[in-house]
């Protein structure tokens, strides 16, 4: 099983970022995906989700209207979008799948300069 983030890296408040994340050896169609991010000496938080067919989604109230996820089943990747970004996004930002087992992508760097 992989998750694979790709996308991330340094842009400045206000900008844009699209992250990405490629699923292999298991059945995509089959899981919710999320976006989880952890900051410096933070925990890691829970940033959107979408369930397993992409009719339903679920942000967290700090990127409510700036962010947004989506997923493309048939080439088992799932997006974030990420608009009008602020500092205090700045984050590693990991991708989840959830079936029946869990899984982890390594993770990809968002910094965000002021």
């Known amino acids: 099983v992989q998750l694979v983030e790709s996308g991330g890296g340094l842009v400045q408040a206000g900008g844009s970022l699209r992250l990405s994340c490629a699923a292999s050896?298991?059945?995509?169609?089959?899981?919710?995906m999320s976006w989880y991010r952890q900051a410096p000496g933070k925990e890691r938080e829970l940033v959107a989700t979408?369930?397993?067919?992409?009719?339903?989604?679920n942000y967290a109230d700090s990127v409510k209207g700036r962010f947004a996820i989506s997923r493309d089943n048939a080439k088992n990747t799932v997006y974030l979008q990420m608009n009008s970004l602020k500092v205090e996004d700045t984050a590693v930002y990991f991708c989840?799948?959830?079936?029946?087992?869990?899984?982890w992508g390594q993770g990809t760097q968002v910094t965000v300069s002021s």
């Open positions: 979408i369930t397993r067919g992409g009719r339903n989604t």
């Open positions: 989840h799948a959830r079936n029946w087992n869990v899984y």
């Open positions: 050896g298991f059945t995509f169609s089959t899981a919710d």
